[in-house]
Each structure stands twice: as C-alpha cells, then as structure tokens.
C-alpha cells in the first residue's frame, strides 16, 4: 500500500496528542488538521505540525484521505464518522464514539469496510492487557467476580461545580457515557460479555437522568460477576481488580513501572511484571490503527467495542431508572 494520507479532525487535549502520534509516523502524509477554533489551529503551527489548516471537516476529507482522526465533541462523531466512512476513509474514533445507541449502530453499520479504531484506553493499557492474559490463561483458577471504582475529583452539581458532562450533556453525554464507557466496557473486556445489569444512580442537580453517582452489579456469559462504582469523590484511588478461585489481582504501577498485584491472602502478596511494549500511548494507538489498515490487524477496540460499550452504559442508566435488571 503506498502511503497513507491521514487527517486529523478536532485538536483539542486528545486531538493534539493524535496528531502528534501522526506526525511522528515517516510511513505516512498528514494531509491536514481540522478545528473549529482557530487558537488550535495556531498551536498547529507554533509546534510545525504538517499539512494544511481546515475550519470545515468536509473540506478535510473532500482532499482524498485514506484515513481519519475524530477527536471532536461527542455530538458530533456521529456525523464524521458516517461521512468519511462513506468516503472510503478508515476511522479512528475517540471514546464515546456516540450519544445513543442508535447513533452508535449506524456508525458501525457505515464502518463495516473500513478498519476502526476507538480509544478505549483501558484495554490500550499494557497492564490490563496483561492483566487480561493472565485472567483468561487461567492463571488463579476461575474468575468468580470483577470490579471497578472510578471517582472524579470533579465536585457536585450541588457544589456549583461538575464534570464538564454534567454542566453540557447535550454535547458531552451523561458522565456515565462521556468519561465512563470504557470503565463499563472493561467489565466486557475482562469478564466476557455482560450479559443483565442492575444499577443505581444519584444527582444533586436538578435533571434526575444527568447521574453524578452510579452503581451497578453485572453477570457475565461465563458466570462471573461484576461490580462498578463510579462517583464524585476526590479522595479516593482509581481501582480495577479480580478475584479468581486462587488469588485476586489487580492492575498497579510502582516506581518500576506498570505491574500486577496478586494477593493469595493478606500477608501475601506478589508483584508480576509487566512486559514493556516497544510503544505507549498515543503512539501505541496510531500504530496498531495503521496495522489495522495495512495489514487486517485486530487492534485494541474497534467501532464493535465502542458499540458494546454504549450498550452496557445505555442499560446501566435504564436499569437504574427503572430499577429493573436490564438484559442484554
């Protein structure tokens, strides 16, 4: 294949990291960036960053891409998507890929010629690729249950603070979708595929849908169960964790780098390395985009992930409006 030809839509804080993972590639052309703020654009220039300046995505990709790189606001990857996928251009899509379900079923509808690619970031992360290994080689026995606490140290509605999702979740989404689908698809990621949900959620705000604090409990196709807990709380450590039939482990990061705990009991505990990929980060998601494109490679979330993800997040908020057990 001869060299790709790359545009990078929205360069905001993640646009600008995958634009840089672009122009750091000799195997490929950046044709162009996107933005809808000029200041981006500026930053663009001050950094030398290739290709030309575009205020209008379809300009961008009236310019004959192979692929694309949608880091805007959530509403409108929608839109994006299906118009460059109807140009032929494959898709890098950052998490959440939609604001409904719905939107999310068209969107891999339109895909399905095209390599996908959709920041997922928890399965990008070598320790939960590790982590992920060991679970399904079996290697504590049975995985019995799994769990994730995510607090955000965001404040309350109440406060007159809140995730910028929570103050515009007509252009972000719910918190829950916006900054959470990837805690809820690592559930997926880890224990199978969720097969009921049942959750509950709380606001201080005034719109009882807008949730700040949510719990849930889901079963997995392989009987396990999992548990997510994800909230406004400041003080309070991130935490993913297992617990199989002969040790529960969990993802860690110590001053010699990302490793895995295993805990058999109190008194004891081992530390498992984990392997060092070659790349990371924004780099590591470039990478495995191009692989994808060049070579049929099955990166670490495609449009499908992004999809399973909307739909665990879609009947963890039903579930708890309802407080009926979703099916899936």
Same mark, same amino acid.
């Given at each position: 294949?001869?060299?790709?030809?790359?545009?990078?839509?929205?360069?905001? %804080?993640?646009?600008?990291?995958?634009?840089?993972?672009?122009?750091?590639?000799?195997?490929?052309?950046?044709?162009?960036?996107?933005?809808?703020?000029?200041?981006?654009?500026?930053?663009?220039?001050?950094?030398?960053?290739?290709?030309?300046?575009?205020?209008?995505?379809?300009?961008?990709?009236?310019?004959?891409?192979?692929? /694309?790189?949608?880091?805007?606001?959530?509403?409108?990857?929608?839109?994006?998507?299906? &118009?460059?996928?109807?140009?032929?251009?494959?898709? @890098?899509?950052?998490?959440?890929? !939609?604001?409904? /379900?719905?939107?999310?079923? !068209?969107? $891999?509808?339109?895909?399905?010629?095209?390599?996908? $690619?959709?920041?997922?970031?928890?399965?990008?992360?070598?320790?939960?690729?590790?982590?992920?290994?060991?679970?399904?080689?079996?290697?504590?026995?049975?995985?019995?249950?799994?769990?994730?606490? #995510?607090?955000?140290?965001?404040?309350?509605?109440?406060?007159?603070?809140?995730?910028?999702?929570?103050?515009?979740?007509?252009?972000?989404?719910?918190?829950?979708?916006?900054?959470?689908?990837?805690?809820?698809?690592?559930?997926?990621?880890?224990?199978?595929?969720?097969?009921?949900?049942?959750?509950?959620?709380?606001?201080?705000?005034?719109?009882?849908?807008?949730?700040?604090?949510?719990?849930?409990?889901?079963? #997995?196709?392989?009987?396990?169960?999992?548990?997510? %807990?994800?909230? !406004?709380?400041?003080?309070?450590?991130?935490?993913?964790?297992?617990?199989?039939?002969?040790?529960?482990?969990?993802? %860690?990061?110590?001053?010699?780098?990302?490793?895995?705990? $295993?805990?058999?009991?109190?008194?004891?505990?081992?530390?498992?390395? /984990?392997?060092?990929?070659?790349? %990371?980060?924004?780099?590591?998601?470039?990478?495995?985009?191009?692989?994808?494109?060049?070579?049929? @490679?099955?990166?670490?979330?495609?449009?499908?992930?992004?999809?399973?993800?909307?739909?665990? $997040?879609?009947?963890?908020?039903?579930? &708890?409006?309802?407080?009926?057990?979703?099916?899936?």
């Amino acid at each position: 294949m001869d060299t790709l030809r790359f545009g990078v839509i929205g360069v905001g %804080s993640r646009g600008m990291g995958n634009v840089r993972g672009v122009h750091r590639r000799q195997d490929v052309e950046l044709v162009g960036v996107c933005d809808i703020n000029p200041e981006r654009l500026k930053l663009c220039d001050e950094e030398g960053i290739a290709g030309r300046r575009f205020k209008d995505y379809k300009e961008l990709l009236a310019e004959g891409l192979d692929a /694309v790189c949608i880091n805007t606001d959530n509403n409108v990857h929608t839109e994006q998507t299906i &118009a460059a996928a109807q140009m032929g251009c494959h898709v @890098y899509c950052e998490k959440p890929i !939609a604001l409904t /379900v719905e939107d999310a079923e !068209a969107m $891999v509808e339109a895909c399905k010629d095209v390599s996908t $690619v959709v920041n997922l970031s928890m399965r990008r992360s070598p320790a939960h690729r590790h982590l992920r290994d060991l679970v399904g080689q079996g290697a504590w026995g049975k995985l019995l249950c799994l769990g994730a606490a #995510h607090p955000k140290p965001s404040g309350l509605l109440c406060q007159g603070k809140g995730h910028k999702a929570t103050r515009a979740p007509e252009v972000w989404g719910p918190i829950l979708m916006h900054d959470g689908v990837h805690i809820c698809e690592w559930l997926r990621f880890i224990g199978g595929e969720v097969e009921t949900v049942f959750a509950r959620s709380l606001t201080t705000g005034d719109d009882p849908d807008n949730e700040e604090m949510i719990s849930a409990v889901t079963t #997995h196709e392989g009987g396990a169960m999992g548990t997510l %807990s994800y909230m !406004a709380m400041p003080f309070m450590d991130k935490r993913q964790y297992v617990i199989c039939e002969g040790a529960s482990a969990w993802p %860690s990061q110590d001053e010699e780098g990302p490793c895995i705990m $295993v805990s058999r009991s109190k008194d004891d505990q081992e530390r498992v390395a /984990v392997p060092e990929p070659e790349l %990371s980060g924004d780099d590591l998601a470039m990478d495995e985009f191009i692989r994808a494109i060049r070579e049929g @490679y099955q990166p670490y979330a495609t449009m499908e992930d992004g999809l399973a993800g909307q739909r665990i $997040v879609d009947a963890i908020r039903r579930s &708890a409006r309802s407080g009926e057990v979703v099916h899936l």
